[in-house]
């Protein structure tokens, strides 16, 4: 008997970095050097939506974490706005 074998015929995949997420990680790095919980506040509020979370995660008060959240997230927005400034 005879047995066909399988063979690869497509070139393996390229390494591909996106530049939105290099500019992700480097947004997030920076907020961080300004306050540690910063990014940890973002993360836990986008991957849950609540606050009380947030809270939890990071042992502080809920009003603590709402105002932690809302500086990052204007960190965010202001560097974000600094880089497209940068290109336009």
Do not use: C, W
């Not at 008997?1 to 390229?14: I, L």
């Not at 836990?44 to 500086?71: P, W």
């Amino acid at each position: 008997k005879q047995y066909v074998t399988a063979k690869e015929t497509r070139s393996p995949p390229k390494a591909y970095i996106d530049t939105d997420l290099l500019l992700i990680d480097s947004i997030v790095s920076k907020i961080g050097r300004v306050n540690m919980h910063y990014p940890t506040a973002l993360k836990y509020f986008y991957l849950t939506g609540s606050m009380k979370r947030v809270a939890k995660e990071i042992s502080v008060s809920v009003t603590k974490a709402r105002e932690l959240k809302n500086a990052a997230f204007d960190m965010v927005v202001l560097l974000l706005e600094e880089k497209v400034e940068k290109y336009v």
